[in-house]
């Protein structure tokens, strides 16, 4: 009875809160690869991605982002998220990159 109140409040103890990142989708943008990968929570999907891109000197940098977004199909979750990840291309082209950090969030 006690488990029944906990799930019912949200006190599950966070098993169920966030299911890891589901396989999606890549796309090439401006010498980037955009990666899709929406997280399943619950019935629904969050926006989700990364944006990688090889350097130079070898390396790989790579720029993840989460977005508040939720969809209730996987599909639009990852067509979300290769646009938003062309967006984020556009909008920091400059400085996406230009730090010495391997990777962060954007």
Known sequence: MASF???L????????????PVAGKTE??????IRATPM???????LAGSIEKKMLDGTT??????RA????S???AIDSALR????????QRSNLFSDDSPSRSV
Do not use: M
């Not at 940098?61 to 989460?66: A, H, N, Y």
């Not at 938003?84 to 909008?91: L, M, Y």
């Open 61 to 66: 940098k790579v720029r993840s982002f989460i």
């Open 40 to 46: 399943r929570e619950g019935a629904q999907y969050r």
């Open 28 to 33: 090439t943008y401006a010498d980037c690869l």
């Open 9 to 20: 409040f949200g006190f599950s103890g966070g098993s169920e809160k966030h299911a890891p």
């Open 74 to 76: 996987e599909q639009d």
């Open 5 to 7: 109140f906990s799930k």
């Open 84 to 91: 938003k990840g062309r967006q984020i291309i556009d909008e």
């Open 69 to 72: 977004d939720l969809f209730t």
